[in-house]
């Protein structure tokens, strides 16, 4: 018998090893096939599309394949900021561009700066004499603040325009910890540093409270500022201050009373929108009825590389979550991120070295890798810019040190300035099960961190005592990096957040600018002619193997429209739950995540859209809570 099971599992491991061959050579051959797929042939005119279903990042995450293949992740569709850029610029000096259209049906929206950077992408279209338009279902901030830059604004007669601010409710966890008898052991330095509240209160403390008042306000501002210098006519303030009576004023039509308030310039539905579009881009040669000449955006970004002559600018990207080691696209792992900066420096060819950064922090001692990497940097004589995106805030802010000259915009979430760690232990759930744990000890560290008994004094003495440590190592940095005494980094530390404008006010960053206004500033400090210095970016490369995959998962055009929003009240709805999946995604990072981190949790709570990722994030939250 032993014969026999010998032979059936050898003739098993036979079979599954052909499987296994048979799948490889099919994905190789589907893989060659459409890799050498004919490229796109582009229109010789027509209007630009840009269909922005999903959100717009600074750079796109690269998601786990197979948690796409097996549905366990969910596809959230991700533009590019710099792409998007570029082919706004392009299209303003292109003959082939007759308009450009703005479709926001299914926007999920973006960071505040980001949108913001968009828009003067926008502006720069305009600027060159040429129409844009925008269509949507619903508006909401996010979509509205794009949509304010067009020349035309549409809205579906059914659908409507909610304009709600930044803000909002919070998550707190200490009520279910206690009732679940686990412990978080909390150690922090900053009176502002509430990344850790939702763990040890229930509700915000005065001083969280005010901050985040102080940060949502100048948001609010910055946002109010930007559409009303782009749509001056419109009544926007007696809109937002009394929409109801907006409404009523307009028969309870909230179309109508977006229209009445100039907020909108046009009502019809997609038929009336297209056809407007092709008495202006020209007919669809398919000859569709109500439909145009369109350029899809993806095609038009591809045939429209990025400078690849010129006096190289290196621009490293530093996106998302700061962890430790090696980490995918849309995560700045430390080891990754200063890998590729130390490769790209013993190349020899950048002139200068602008950091972008759009990240909440993390990892403190990722942050320092990739802060120590920026450092080499200027060591080796070249100038360091940091431009800062939508976020970059404590661990963000601790990489930016080692810049000359920091720019930011106004609606740029900074600051944050202070450290914590956190540990949760399970003695409580123990005695709740009926559980004890006991053992023996040779030093008064032995079997530190006690998980199941409780942390000793010593090691709460010892955790303290590190996280202050490095807040000094970060206050001290922020003085020298700044040229401010150490007592006043003191003053507009503590954990607190800031606003690009206020930032700036305080002399966190020098000033306003783009990234390609920091690229600019980088070759000047080089010597370097700004109008022929080109960007060389630093970043990791999505394989073509992940590239095929997400082709192959990513929704087709029908599946996109399909699963477009609906009306305003569709998009009111959608914010709170991506508002929960962001908090529990966020505090899953927390808790497993490094011990003593440097991040700014608050950040994500003023308006930051869910990133792939975050919905099994906060399902694995919830199994841990329940095991």
Same mark, same amino acid.
């Given at each position: 018998m032993?014969?026999?099971?010998?032979?059936?599992?050898?003739?098993?491991g036979i079979k599954d090893a052909l499987v296994l061959v048979a799948m490889l050579i099919f994905f190789a051959a589907l893989f060659f096939a459409l890799s050498i797929k004919p490229n796109t042939v582009l229109p010789t005119s027509g209007a630009l599309?840009?269909?922005?279903?999903?959100?717009?990042?600074?750079?796109?995450?690269?998601?786990?394949?197979?948690?796409?293949?097996? /549905? +366990?992740?969910? &596809?959230?569709?991700? $533009?590019?900021?710099? #792409?998007?850029?570029?082919?706004?610029?392009?299209?303003?000096?292109?003959g082939a561009v007759k308009a450009v259209v703005l479709d926001l049906d299914a926007f999920m929206g973006g960071e505040q700066a980001t949108?913001?950077?968009?828009?003067?992408?926008?502006?720069?279209?305009?600027?060159? /004499? +040429?129409?844009? &338009?925008?269509?949507? $279902?619903?508006?909401? #901030?996010?979509?509205y603040l794009l949509a304010a830059h067009a020349n035309e604004i549409w809205l579906n007669p059914l659908g409507g325009v909610i304009l709600v601010g930044p803000g909002g409710s919070q998550l707190y966890y200490k009520g279910l910890m206690d009732k679940l008898g686990i412990t978080a052991k909390i150690y922090r330095v900053g009176t502002f540093k509430s990344a850790?509240?939702?763990?040890?209160?229930?509700?915000?403390?005065?001083?969280?409270?005010?901050?985040?008042?102080?940060?949502?306000n100048a948001l609010w501002a910055s946002w109010q500022a930007d559409v009303g210098k782009a749509r001056p006519k419109a009544k926007l303030a007696a809109y937002i201050n009394a929409p109801a009576a907006a409404v009523a004023a307009a028969g309870g039509q909230m179309s109508q009373a977006a229209l009445r308030n100039g907020l909108v310039d046009k009502l019809g539905d997609r038929n009336a929108f297209n056809s407007r579009i092709a008495a202006i881009a020209g007919d669809a040669d398919d000859g569709g009825i109500n439909d145009f000449k369109a350029i899809p955006l993806e095609d038009w970004a591809a045939a429209h590389p990025e400078r690849s002559s010129g006096p190289a600018i290196g621009v490293l990207t530093v996106a998302g979550d700061i962890v430790d080691g090696e980490a995918p696209s849309g995560t700045a792992g430390g080891w990754t991120v200063s890998n590729l900066l130390l490769d790209e420096l013993a190349r020899k060819r950048i002139k200068a070295l602008v950091v972008r950064i759009d990240s909440p922090g993390g990892s403190v001692t990722g942050a320092e890798q990739i802060r120590s990497a920026i450092a080499q940097a200027r060591g080796l004589g070249l100038p360091v810019v940091v431009s800062m995106g939508g976020l970059a805030a404590s661990g963000g802010y601790w990489i930016a040190t080692p810049a000359q000259h920091?720019?930011?915009?106004?609606?740029?979430?900074?600051?944050?300035?202070?450290?914590?760690?956190?540990?949760?232990?399970?003695?409580?759930s123990l005695a709740k099960l009926g559980l004890s744990a006991d053992g023996v000890k040779t030093?008064?560290?032995?079997?530190?961190?006690?998980?199941?008994?409780?942390?000793?004094?010593?090691?709460?003495a010892l955790m303290q005592g590190s996280i202050e440590d490095i807040y000094r190592r970060f206050i001290t940095q922020v003085a020298q990096s700044r040229k401010l005494p150490v007592e006043r980094v003191e003053q507009i530390a503590?954990?607190?957040?800031?606003?690009?404008?206020?930032?700036?006010?305080?002399?966190l960053v020098d000033g306003f600018g783009t990234v390609d206004d920091a690229v600019a500033y980088a070759a000047k400090l080089a010597k370097v002619d700004p109008a022929k210095a080109r960007p060389l970016y630093i970043e990791k490369q999505l394989s073509p193997w992940k590239q095929m995959f997400k082709s192959l998962v990513a929704p087709n055009e029908e599946g996109e429209q399909a699963t477009r929003r609906g009306d305003a009240w569709a998009i009111a709805a959608g914010r709170p739950e991506r508002t929960l999946v962001r908090a529990l995604a966020d505090a899953q990072r927390i808790l497993t995540g490094a011990t003593i981190q440097v991040r700014c949790l608050e950040c994500a709570g003023m308006g930051a859209p869910p990133r792939p990722g975050d919905e099994s994030a906060a399902r694995r939250l919830l199994a841990w809570a329940m095991r």
């Open positions: 032993k014969l026999v099971r010998g032979i059936w599992k050898l003739l098993v599309v840009v269909d922005l279903s999903g959100t717009l990042v600074e750079q796109p995450a690269d998601t786990d394949t197979l948690g796409l293949i097996t /549905g +366990k992740d969910g &596809f959230t569709r991700e $533009t590019r900021l710099r #792409d998007l850029e570029r082919s706004l610029q392009a299209a303003a000096t292109s949108l913001a950077a968009a828009g003067k992408a926008i502006d720069t279209v305009r600027a060159a /004499g +040429k129409p844009v &338009f925008a269509y949507a $279902t619903g508006y909401s #901030d996010d979509g850790v509240e939702p763990f040890m209160r229930s509700d915000q403390s005065p001083e969280a409270r005010a901050a985040n008042q102080a940060l949502a920091i720019f930011a915009d106004p609606a740029t979430i900074t600051g944050s300035i202070g450290a914590f760690g956190i540990l949760p232990t399970f003695e409580g030093t008064p560290l032995s079997g530190e961190p006690d998980v199941f008994r409780g942390t000793s004094p010593q090691f709460d503590e954990g607190r957040v800031w606003a690009g404008a206020s930032a700036r006010q305080i002399g």
